[in-house]
């Protein structure tokens, strides 16, 4: 089978490999759709594994069983599974606090190979948690992939309280960012504001159900969230990308008693200058967002597959596995927002 294998930062070739062996009481998933999230592009291009390579990426993915464990009752070749990345142990004390985000015990996540490849190995443990859904037939792959970034984003606004009296404003126009923007439309806030750099991001947001979209190279955003906002800012400040700067941003566009979210991850290492004055005069909350609870998934994958919600409006191309390097140089650019990789589609979503 083919697989993409990261040999270094930048360095990611797509090789013939040995399809990987069943294991006891797992299956062997078929790699119809698996979505390129930002967090792998930052893991392929820099030293994510600190040497430790040759290894394979991807966690939004969705297929078909192509082999089953004789151990394994519950599934059955030819069932569509989407599988979310992280499965909740539901024993842990932040399982049992209802923060299934932070859970203990996420087993081997990030420590087995990811599904950039023909086929990818589900293992009993991970199937025994809440992670796998049943696609119904005829519903699409590539949205059930988008269940997982857009998780998180349902999560963090049902977690902040997005709703009608609110402004949301939100820093950065790529997949998540667009996806905020969604969900805000969804809660019912009374204007969004997305602030975006690059040009190609610019123009794919204007189609976007937004108020205003700030083109943060002609404008300062700061300045301009405040002019429409009669100078009071923003209820609800979302960073939705990894800039420092944005975050050092987003401090001043919140209004007193507002949340800021750091939502993006930074580069490991990088440390953002705050001016806690404003925090402190303003009595500002300043919210950290990772992943979602068992439920917030589970709406999520519903969510995606609603044509009402229309969760495929923000992709802007489909590739084969092969085209991965071309994938990720399209999304560093601006000139993709979200790219659903098809290893043995050749680029084509099968139904």
Not at 268 to 284: M, P, Q, S, V, W
Not at 329 to 334: D, N, P
Request: proline share 4%.
């Amino acid at each position: 089978m083919k697989a993409a294998l990261m040999y270094g930062p930048g360095d990611i070739r797509v090789e013939e490999v040995e399809r990987p062996a069943c294991p006891e009481g797992g299956l062997i998933l078929k790699v119809v759709s698996v979505g390129l999230c930002g967090s792998d592009i930052r893991n392929l291009t820099t030293d994510s594994r600190a040497g430790d390579y040759p290894w394979t990426y991807g966690h939004e993915i969705a297929g078909i069983v192509d082999e089953v464990s004789p151990s394994c009752t519950e599934y059955a070749v030819g069932d569509r599974l989407y599988v979310y990345p992280a499965g909740h142990c539901m024993e842990c004390e932040a399982c049992r606090r209802g923060h299934h985000e932070m859970c203990e015990n996420l087993g081997k996540y990030g420590k087995r190979p990811g599904g950039f490849a023909d086929y990818w190995a589900v293992h009993a443990d991970h199937l025994a948690t809440d992670a796998v859904f049943r696609l119904p037939e005829g519903t699409s792959f590539d949205r059930a992939t988008l269940a997982e970034p857009l998780s998180s984003v349902y999560g963090c606004q049902e977690n902040i309280g997005v709703c009608t009296e609110d402004v949301v404003a939100i820093l950065g126009a790529g997949p998540i960012g667009c996806y905020h923007a969604k969900i805000a439309r969804m809660r019912g806030a009374r204007k969004i504001i997305l602030c975006e750099i690059n040009p190609g991001r610019l123009e794919f947001a204007r189609k976007l159900d937004v108020d205003a979209v700030i083109d943060c190279t002609e404008e300062d955003p700061v300045e301009a969230v405040l002019r429409l906002t009669d100078g009071k800012g923003a209820e609800k400040v979302i960073s939705a990308n990894p800039s420092l700067e944005a975050q050092q941003q987003a401090i001043f566009m919140a209004r007193r008693n507002g949340i800021v979210v750091f939502f993006g991850g930074v580069e490991k290492g990088a440390l953002t200058e705050i001016d806690t004055n404003r925090i402190h005069y303003f009595g500002l909350w300043i919210y950290g967002h990772y992943g979602a609870t068992s439920m917030q998934v589970q709406r999520t994958f519903e969510l995606a597959l609603d044509d009402r919600f229309r969760a495929d409006e923000i992709i802007t191309q489909r590739m084969g596995l092969e085209q991965i390097n071309d994938a990720i140089a399209l999304a560093r650019s601006g000139k993709a927002v979200k790219v659903i990789l098809h290893p043995n589609g050749g680029g084509e979503e099968p139904r």
